[in-house]
């Protein structure tokens, strides 16, 4: 079109004036159809993804609130698993029949192999899954009589790995109780012994942690997790290898300070380090899907099983360990 405008000026059949409205005829043209295309690009790039937000939107949750749920509220609970079987998939079974009880303000602990089942124990208890058979109780009712968001409230978690969301270090901590104080908020991280590693950034608390707290240690990440589960201050404390991440003299100190925020409250500990359950009201080895021995540290000892087996391994370990450091030491 330009070249024929270009030619017709040439040869005086058309003004300049002329060829300069063609130009502008055509570039009002194109343009929208240019913009038509990519308009139309996007639609369908945010229709499959609207496809994708519907499916998920329909799933049906697998666990869901009884019609005639009630609140639960409980200060000192306790909490009991009756027989309880469960599996992920039918063809193996993680837990058979187990039955445990944790007496109101008790500790109890929960060792065994890696895959024994131990985290599996935790999600049952918030109700993310049901047990096949069996249930479990808190102050004698089932938990699945409860709603779950008031069952979930009366538990605190420190999960064997810590999920931070992409924000700063304080909204992560806070994220335990949206309402907490700043007093509070202090507290837990002196409590949970992030006070000079706060101190020693820049932003202080206003530090953004990267995706998933990829910018944190692991120690870093469970003492956030730790300060957070403080700060929800639940009757119920459940810790999955809360200190597994972290330096012997700050296990040491945590483990103190855990004791004493888990003073009142029922608490389940999951350890693979069994010194940092010595002082545990009742030790339960977990061992293919069942509780095989159960009692204290000292008792369990003397009965000289699985436990006392895992425990001399362990000091073992210990042993050798130190006496390479006082090698390298000399
Ligand atoms: N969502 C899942 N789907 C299928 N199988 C699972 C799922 N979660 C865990 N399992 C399996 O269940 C078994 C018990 O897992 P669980 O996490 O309870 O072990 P654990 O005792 O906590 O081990 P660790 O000491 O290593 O943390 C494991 O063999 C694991 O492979
Ligand atoms: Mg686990």
Not at 135 to 144: F, K, L, P, V
Not at 179 to 205: C, M, N, W, Y
Request: glycine share 8%; with cysteine; proline share 3%.
């Amino acid at each position: 079109m330009m070249a024929n405008a270009a030619f017709g000026v040439m040869n005086g059949e058309m003004t300049i004036g002329d060829f300069v409205l063609i130009n502008a005829f055509t570039m009002q043209i194109f343009m929208p159809l240019n913009f038509l295309g990519f308009v139309y690009r996007e639609i369908r790039g945010s229709l499959a993804n609207i496809d994708k937000l519907f499916d998920l939107l329909s799933q049906a949750p697998a666990i869901k609130d009884a019609e005639d749920a009630t609140e639960l509220t409980c200060a000192n609970p306790a909490i009991r698993f009756n027989n309880v079987h469960f599996a992920y998939n039918e063809n193996r079974q993680i837990l058979n029949g187990l039955s445990f009880g944790v007496p109101p303000g008790a500790k109890v602990a929960v060792v065994g192999e890696s895959g024994a089942g131990k985290s599996t124990l935790m999600k049952l208890l918030f109700r993310f899954y049901d047990p096949q058979r069996g249930n479990i109780t808190i102050d004698g009712n089932n938990i699945a009589s409860h709603t779950q968001q008031s069952l979930r409230s009366h538990i605190g978690i420190v999960p064997q790995d810590t999920v931070l969301f992409n924000t700063t270090l304080l909204e992560n901590i806070r994220y335990g109780n949206p309402d907490a104080s700043d007093e509070e908020i202090e507290q837990v991280i002196r409590l949970a012994h992030l006070g000079t590693f706060v101190e020693s950034l820049p932003d202080k608390l206003e530090t953004t942690v990267g995706e998933r707290g990829l910018k944190l240690s692991g120690g870093e990440k469970q003492r956030v997790s730790i300060a957070r589960a403080l700060l929800k201050g639940a009757p119920i404390m459940i810790f999955d290898e809360a200190t597994s991440s972290l330096d012997s003299t700050s296990e040491r100190a945590i483990l103190s300070a855990l004791r004493n925020a888990a003073k009142g409250h029922t608490s389940l500990v999951i350890a693979h380090r069994l010194s940092t359950i010595i002082d545990a009201d009742k030790i339960l080895v977990l061992k293919n899907g069942t509780i095989v021995e159960e009692g204290t540290h000292t008792y369990l000892l003397e009965q000289g099983g699985e436990y006392a087996t895992l425990w001399q391994a362990q000091q073992r370990e210990d042993d050798e360990a130190s006496s390479d450091k006082d090698v390298k030491g000399s």
